[in-house]
T-cell receptor
Framework: GQQVMQIPQYQHVQEGEDFTTYCNSSTTLSNIQWYKQRPGGHPVFLIQLVKSGEVKKQKRLTFQFGEAKKNSSLHITATQTTDVGTYFCAGMGSGGYQKVTFGTGTKLQVIP | GAVVSQHPSRVICKSGTSVKIECRSLDFQATTMFWYRQFPKQSLMLMATSNEGSKATYEQGVEKDKFLINHASLTLSTLTVTSAHPEDSSFYIC????????????FGPGTRLTVT
């Protein structure tokens, strides 16, 4: 079945440093979404990418969808303590409505 | 923004009993609702997808008779864990979307189930 892996699993950064998490799917995706889950909280939608090679920005966050639509990345510039949490990608396979598969997640810790 | 509620937030039950968890979309009509299970420090595992008025679609390995899902209206879906056992203890999260396709999902706050 479809598998979605994220690396790294954990990342500790000093406040102000950049951070990137990578998402890789075993199959081609029709689209991908990113979510953030704060400790003790529930996932909150960040963004959806649909087009091959698509790049979207939200303030300090940059999201990219690979040309082959099998991978994606989230880059945070100049991290802040409010960025702490676990970031999940979630993708759906191509070829019509199929199940949603969440990535393994990357837990980000920002050291003040 | 869209709000999804879950009730109860925490429940402790004895082994062998059944527990019902409610998921409600408060300010929009949810065509599709999803039920996930999340183990500590792990990702979300999709259990089933339910569309209003039809039977839920369960993921491979999820027992239909154990995890009963009912999506009776466009704002309410319920998950009933029947004959609960300690291994069913987990964090159950529902989400709702307004479309049949892969639209933005709005997550509920989750339900922590502990089976003793």
């Amino acid at each position: 079945g479809q598998q979605v892996m994220q690396i790294p699993q954990y990342q500790h950064v000093q406040e102000g440093e950049d951070f990137t998490t990578y998402c890789n799917s075993s199959t081609t995706l029709s689209n991908i979404q990113w979510y953030k889950q704060r400790p003790g909280g529930h996932p909150v939608f960040l963004i959806q990418l649909v087009k091959s090679g698509e790049v979207k920005k939200q303030k300090r966050l940059t999201f990219q969808f690979g040309e082959a639509k099998k991978n994606s990345s989230l880059h945070i510039t100049a991290t802040q303590t409010t960025d702490v949490g676990t970031y999940f990608c979630a993708g759906m396979g191509s070829g019509g409505y199929q199940k949603v598969t969440f990535g393994t997640g990357t837990k980000l810790q920002v050291i003040p | 923004g869209a709000v999804v509620s879950q009730h109860p937030s925490r429940v402790i039950c004895k082994s062998g009993t059944s527990v019902k968890i409610e998921c409600r979309s408060l300010d929009f009509q949810a065509t599709t609702m999803f039920w996930y299970r999340q183990f500590p420090k792990q990702s979300l595992m999709l259990m089933a997808t339910s569309n209003e008025g039809s039977k839920a679609t369960y993921e491979q390995g999820v027992e239909k008779d154990k995890f009963l899902i009912n999506h009776a209206s466009l704002t309410l879906s319920t998950l009933t864990v029947t004959s609960a056992h300690p291994e069913d203890s987990s964090f159950y999260i529902c989400s709702a979307s307004a479309g049949l396709a892969f639209y933005e999902q709005y997550f509920g706050p989750g339900t922590r189930l502990t089976v003793t």
